[in-house]
């Protein structure tokens, strides 16, 4: 590319146009041509996990060397302005701005990173891009320092804006203490206040305003405790006829519209029956288990953040939902317990739905070793990472080496769902059996 702009003069990309092609690189491509991209791009990592089985001696000599079937990418139904959550950084600008807020072109490694606004960004609401100019007009306006790295000091650090579709805003500003008193940041914390209730940026409506003191690059709330500055305590959604609270850290789908089309076809691949059981690992606000609540006879879930465990209790209460049970804490340390003595005759369906971390490797220990569990939905935004180690210990030979003495699963259905328009993402549903 370089040399094409070369010998034909092609002027430089704008810093707009590599922020977009860093952040949304198939911005330019018609949507079906996205499509199309992105089931390529899973019929290859169906096939690497293919070859992956074989090396274990396993049979994957299926049509096309994949390891299962391949169904087309399923669209969203939004394919602009669909992110209900963006994270802004605060860093220095193409015009040498140390002050601006937006996303990241370059790398830490390379010490090249400028923040580019993200105005022009296809996948982004107006509303998030609303608040991060304001919030960048504050801290302009503040005499503190933005903080660019953590031992060079500075204080203003990252801004989440969350939307729903019901109309609520929240912001969640994290801030640097340094070395400031208890005085001095109660100052801080009254400025922002005023600017987003009276100031300039009244114009966003928030429904709640947060703030966050963080020595971090990322801190959970038992860490550092997100403080409410302005209105609501959450702020509410709703997916497929029921409403959910949100908690400032808590997960959930980044694409809701594209979420109830997905949880719909999950709901479909479990094959669950009145008196199914549904463990739900790593279940967020509970948003797949009380989706699918009522075609089971019960739901578990389990989560490492207590908050959204918190969130899902009060989902399940206000929804009328009483056949849920969650249980708070990590899913390697909690799962082992849950399914060690289970004596439970009904049937266990299992759906997990990990960060790009994967499992870790005792929960898939415990699933393969819990022979009641004859289905599993793993549910992966990044199936060609960790989350492919998982698709081998779920699959290869009884291991007792590794503890692994269940019968293994194998994969039988893989449907991608396009819940990330305009980038190269998709949530991979992959079907295993046993």
Known sequence: ?????????????????????????????????????????????LQTLASRLEELGIDAQKPGRLCCPLQPVVPSPIINGYRNKSTFSVNRGPDGNP??????????????????????????????????????EFICRSPLDSCILFHAGGHWRELVVRTTSRGHTMAIITFHPQELGQEALATQKALLKEFFTCGPGA????????????????????????????????????????????????????????????????????????????????????????SLAHQVSKVIGVEMVEKAIEDAKWNAAFNGISNCEFHSGKAEAVLPQLLAS??????????????????????????????????????SCKPEGEAMRNFLELCCPPDPRKKLTGEPFAPVLAIPFDLFPHTVHCELVLLFTR
């Open 1 to 45: 590319k370089k040399k094409a702009r070369e010998g034909c003069s092609l002027p430089e990309p704008s810093w707009e146009e590599r922020l977009a092609n860093a952040v949304t690189p198939l911005w330019r491509l018609p949507y079906q041509e996205q499509l199309q991209v992105k089931y390529e791009s899973q019929r290859k990592i």
């Open 99 to 136: 002050k601006t807020v937006g996303l990241y072109v370059g790398t830490g490694k390379a010490r090249n990173i400028i923040c580019v606004k993200a105005n022009h960004l296809e996948n982004m609401p107006p509303e998030h891009k609303q608040v991060a100019q304001c919030y960048e």
């Open 203 to 290: 114009v966003c409506v928030l429904t709640s305003l947060y703030f966050q003191e963080s020595t971090m690059t990322r801190c959970s709330h038992e860490q550092s405790p997100y403080q409410l500055l302005h209105g609501e305590p959450h702020i509410f959604e709703e997916l497929l006829g029921l409403k959910f609270r949100i908690s400032p850290d808590a997960f959930f789908q980044v694409n809701t519209a594209g979420a109830e089309v997905l949880y719909q076809a999950v709901g479909k691949l479990c094959q669950t029956t009145g008196d199914t059981v549904l463990l739900d690992i790593c279940c967020g606000t509970g948003t797949i288990g009380l």
């Open 342 to 379: 289970w004596e439970d005759a009904r049937p266990l369906v299992a759906v997990v739905n990990p960060s790009r971390a994967g499992l870790h490797y005792r929960v898939v220990r415990a699933i393969r070793n819990c022979g009641s569990i004859r289905r599993l939905l793993y549910i």
